[in-house]
């Protein structure tokens, strides 16, 4: 049974950071894509940021220069690190894999964590 599990969250002021984490366990081996994404209250979910395979990585134009996506593959952990939060990072932070590709379109990602709430306060 494959199980993702995000941590990390929490409630930050502007200007602050966070560090998000996700477990993944189960058969997860091959699997080519991870990635973050979030929802906002009101809005659709969208791709934050996710590193495939072979290492490369590709962000949504709103967190460039500001969050990083890393992966262990030893450990099958994924993080983003998320600084220089904005009010409008505020949202439910879910991590996701697709065994075969890395779209944005967070339709076509098969695995899905809990979510883990991030809120940033002015």
Not at 10 to 26: D, E, I, M, N, Y
Not at 58 to 87: C, E, H, P, W
């Amino acid at each position: 049974q494959v199980r993702l599990v995000e941590s990390g969250g929490g409630s930050v002021q502007a200007g602050g950071s966070l560090r998000l984490t996700c477990a993944a366990s189960g058969h997860t081996s091959g699997w080519y894509c991870m990635g973050w994404f979030r929802q906002a209250p009101g809005k659709e979910r969208e791709a934050v940021a996710t590193v495939d395979g072979d290492a490369r990585t590709n962000y949504a134009d709103s967190v460039k220069g500001r969050f990083t996506i890393s992966k262990d593959n030893a450990k099958m952990t994924l993080y983003l690190q998320m600084n220089s939060l904005n009010t409008e990072d505020t949202a439910i932070y879910y991590c996701a894999a697709n065994p075969w590709s890395c779209p944005r379109d967070y339709r076509s990602y098969d695995y899905w964590g809990q979510g883990t709430q991030v809120t940033v306060s002015s």
